[in-house]
């Protein structure tokens, strides 16, 4: 799913679009974007600010086109059209996370007086990946969805969320869901009535991919109040301990109350940490020699010929060319030794 997003991001929309660019985005796609492209690549691809729709600036940009990515909501088509009736860049290239309702689309059409729309696509990317093989919705709590207390907003995320997923992978799924539970059925019917009438759109081939791909994965909706022992059965891993003790949201780890003072978080992703990716679902009883096999790799690194000394031309250039490789490795290794002394530290003083 996170190579499905890049391409979305990076590829189809930014990158197709030439010249200089704003990036427009939402609250969620903010987020969704820093997990797929650091800004130093978003800044290669002539992209001049970041900006967020529900605070955009009121400086004028005639030479600069906007890329906007955002989720087909109506607040955001709202603010959008509010923007259009007055714009300020050169056009305006828009990017829906997913399907777009037609009467919002009317709405879009409508404020745009000044015909400065260049084009309008939908990318399915309305979930946040953190991995190859790992997304999340971010909703922690479906409580609202029990009777009385009904959340409809909640149970249509789930469900567009899932869609998106199922789109960006190209997969027409068999849905298997866990009878015993109301909202698992309601679920999985909402979301075959969604692929079968293209998310409820006038795409009714929306599903419709190649004859290869079609009934290619299973989509398997649990109940976890029934499912009780599954997450007590591996809590001793790296990635469930940083998540059960330290607390980690879009690979970000909350990292205030770690010694050194100062540090507001870390970020864990398997895509730019070599030692995180190794071991991300390594017991906690093994990581600790593979966090010093990483220490005595940094000394290495950092070690200089003829006892520390930089004797020659030739050793300076050596050790120049590898510095940037060296202070990275660096942080990537400081970062994970506070990590693993403070789960150590919470798992001696909670007598875990």
Not at 78 to 107: C, G, V
Not at 162 to 191: G, M, N, T, W
Not at 317 to 325: G, Y
Request: with cysteine; net charge negative; proline share 5%.
């Amino acid at each position: 799913v996170w190579e499905s997003v890049r391409h979305y991001v990076y590829t189809k929309a930014i990158e197709e679009v030439h010249g200089v660019k704003c990036l427009i985005l939402d609250e969620e796609t903010s987020r969704t974007v820093a997990l797929v492209c650091s800004h130093t690549q978003i800044l290669n691809a002539q992209v001049y600010s970041v900006e967020r729709l529900d605070s955009m600036s009121k400086k004028r940009m005639g030479r600069v086109r906007a890329v906007c990515i955002i989720r087909p909501t109506s607040i955001n088509i709202r603010r959008l059209a509010q923007e259009l009736s007055a714009p300020k860049y050169e056009e305006y290239n828009i990017f829906f996370t997913n399907t777009i309702a037609e009467h919002l689309l009317k709405d879009l059409a409508e404020a745009d007086v000044s015909q400065v729309v260049c084009q309008v696509q939908e990318i399915f990317m309305d979930f946040y990946p953190l991995s190859p093989t790992l997304f999340t919705l971010n909703e922690p709590c479906c409580a609202e969805l029990e009777a009385p207390s009904w959340n409809q907003a909640l149970f249509t995320r789930l469900s567009e969320g899932l869609i998106s997923v199922l789109l960006a992978l190209r997969r027409s799924p068999l849905i298997v869901f866990q009878r015993s539970s109301p909202i698992a059925e309601k679920l999985a019917f909402d979301i075959e009535e969604r692929i079968a009438t293209g998310n409820r759109s006038s795409d009714l081939d929306l599903f419709q991919f190649s004859a290869g791909r079609q009934g290619t994965c299973m989509l398997l909706i649990m109940d976890r109040r029934d499912d009780a022992a599954v997450p007590l059965l591996m809590p001793w891993t790296y990635a469930a301990m940083v998540h059960e003790l330290l607390g980690i949201r879009d690979n970000r780890v909350d990292m205030a109350r770690v010694p050194p003072p100062g540090q507001d978080e870390a970020v864990l992703s398997v895509h730019d940490d070599e030692l995180y990716r190794r071991c991300e679902h390594t017991l906690f009883g093994e990581l600790g020699p593979a966090v010093t096999a990483a220490v005595n790799d940094l000394q290495k690194m950092t070690g200089a010929p003829g006892g520390g000394r930089l004797q020659s031309v030739k050793d300076i250039q050596r050790f120049m060319n590898s510095f940037p490789d060296v202070r990275r490795q660096q942080g990537t290794v400081a970062k994970h030794v506070a990590i693993t002394c403070e789960l150590g530290r919470q798992v001696e003083s909670r007598q875990l």
